[in-house]
């Protein structure tokens, strides 16, 4: 039995939960989100809460119990605290920019990165941070992942992008005979 799936998911004040064919959809201050459901999994919203359990004895179904009370509680808490995550840049010459809805990176290559930010996300570059806020956690996550994959930090000088507070492992350079 998933110790997740068990536990009643609370519908905060001024959040609308719904579902319609075979979406459950998540409304307030933050936006909307909509997620398709899988038929192994049942959703009911009752008294200012949604219960998820499984539609029938199977593993799939079980699995699929605690991954969709997850889910839809991160909807929940999305809509009302947006995600975020913060990058960093390091690395002399390093600089990011943000122009429309285009993240451009200057780390070390012969041209600029551009990555298009994604539609919900906010993106915010102060010196050589960025942070990307959102309601979808998944969307905030992906994003902040690929611009990472851009240039991962390198385990001689630390150059590249990071992950705030994230610790890259160094090594110690060749040395010289004595």
Same mark, same amino acid.
Request: glycine share 10%.
């Given at each position: %039995?998933?110790?997740?799936?068990?536990?009643?998911?609370?519908?905060?004040?001024?959040?609308?939960?719904? %579902?319609?064919?075979?979406?459950?959809?998540? #409304?307030?201050?933050?936006?909307?989100?909509?997620?398709?459901?899988?038929?192994? !999994?049942?959703?009911?919203?009752?008294?200012?809460?949604?219960?998820?359990?499984?539609?029938?004895?199977?593993?799939?179904?079980?699995?699929?119990?605690?991954?969709?009370?997850?889910?839809?509680?991160? %909807? !929940?808490?999305?809509?009302?605290?947006?995600?975020?995550?913060?990058?960093?840049?390091?690395?002399?010459? $390093?600089? *990011?920019?943000?122009?429309?809805? *285009?993240?451009?990176?200057?780390?070390?290559?012969?041209?600029?990165?551009?990555?298009?930010?994604?539609? /919900?996300?906010?993106?915010? !570059?102060?010196?050589?941070? *960025?942070?990307?806020?959102?309601?979808? #956690?998944? +969307?905030?996550?992906?994003?902040?992942?690929?611009? +990472?994959?851009?240039?991962?930090?390198?385990? $001689? #000088?630390?150059?590249?992008?990071? $992950?705030?507070?994230?610790?890259? +492992?160094? #090594?110690? /350079?060749?040395?010289?005979?004595?």
């Amino acid at each position: %039995m998933s110790r997740i799936g068990k536990q009643p998911i609370v519908i905060p004040e001024g959040t609308d939960v719904s %579902m319609a064919d075979g979406y459950i959809t998540v #409304k307030g201050k933050g936006g909307e989100l909509r997620k398709k459901l899988h038929e192994d !999994v049942i959703v009911t919203i009752e008294d200012g809460s949604v219960i998820v359990t499984p539609a029938n004895d199977s593993p799939l179904a079980k699995a699929l119990w605690g991954t969709f009370s997850s889910l839809i509680q991160s %909807m !929940v808490s999305g809509i009302n605290t947006p995600f975020e995550k913060k990058l960093s840049v390091e690395g002399i010459g $390093y600089k *990011v920019n943000l122009k429309d809805s *285009v993240l451009v990176l200057d780390v070390g290559f012969s041209h600029q990165v551009e990555v298009p930010v994604l539609e /919900g996300l906010e993106v915010v !570059v102060e010196k050589n941070e *960025v942070t990307v806020r959102g309601a979808d #956690k998944e +969307r905030v996550g992906q994003f902040a992942a690929d611009v +990472r994959a851009v240039k991962k930090p390198e385990p $001689y #000088k630390g150059k590249g992008i990071r $992950y705030v507070g994230e610790v890259v +492992r160094r #090594k110690e /350079g060749k040395r010289a005979a004595a």
